[in-house]
């Protein structure tokens, strides 16, 4: 791609406040055209305030974009994609938490979740690209349901096996199967993008 169509990548975090050792973090550090969505300082619970967050972000990105996901993350990128109107040219969806069953003990309970608009999860196709990459002992998220959720929002699904919920928590900081997950979802927006063209 040329410096003038190389989409910029947008870091999507959970809820957590910004971890010098978690991989999105480190992942920003190592990408020229990135930004990061920022964590609220009110509201951070809101689904609204969330999405509107990230839309914020999008809407200064002169260009395409491609996001980057973990854990709430991906349930932001979810809900805005039911009414996104910017450039998205595809997502990395990792470790996508389920808010429709219980978490363990110091996350938000359903009734929380549901409160502040994060429930039901969306069930409807992307309108882009998307790979969902799940853990198998995620503790919030079985893989069935995780699987369940790639096949509705037509994701690629990965396997990552015994990785936990993918944070500093489980031992992971620097993660370099996340630039190699980049790089394949770069490839499969080309591919979309050439076939849009031929079409």
């Given amino acids: ?3 003038t169509t190389e989409p910029t990548v947008v870091i999507v975090p959970g809820m957590r406040d910004h971890v010098a050792e978690h991989w999105q973090t480190l992942l920003a550090d190592r990408l020229d055209r990135v930004r990061t969505v920022p964590a609220l300082e009110h509201d951070r619970l809101s ?3 969330q999405v509107a967050a990230l839309d914020a972000v999008l ?3 002169d260009g395409p974009a491609v996001l980057v996901a973990h854990s709430a993350g991906v349930m932001t990128t979810v809900h805005w994609a039911q009414q996104a109107g910017r450039q998205v040219l595809g997502a990395l969806l990792a470790t996508p938490p389920d808010f429709e069953t219980s ?3 110091g996350y938000p309970s359903i009734e929380e979740l549901d409160a502040h608009g994060w ?3 969306p069930w409807r ?3 882009f690209p998307s790979i969902v990459a799940a853990s198998t002992t995620d503790p919030l998220a079985g893989f069935r349901r995780a699987a369940a959720m790639a096949e509705a929002w037509g ?3 990965v396997d990552l096996g015994d990785v936990g919920h993918l944070n500093p928590a489980s031992g992971y900081g620097y993660w370099p199967r996340a630039e190699e997950l ?3 979802l770069l490839d499969m927006t080309a591919r979309t993008a050439t076939g849009a063209e031929a079409r």
């Fill in 155 to 157: 994701s690629r699904l």
């Fill in 103 to 105: 978490l363990p003990q």
């Fill in 1 to 3: 791609m040329s410096s």
């Fill in 119 to 121: 429930t039901p999860i």
């Fill in 182 to 184: 980049l790089r394949e």
């Fill in 47 to 49: 689904r609204t305030a």
């Fill in 125 to 127: 196709r992307l309108p």
């Fill in 59 to 61: 809407g200064d990105i």
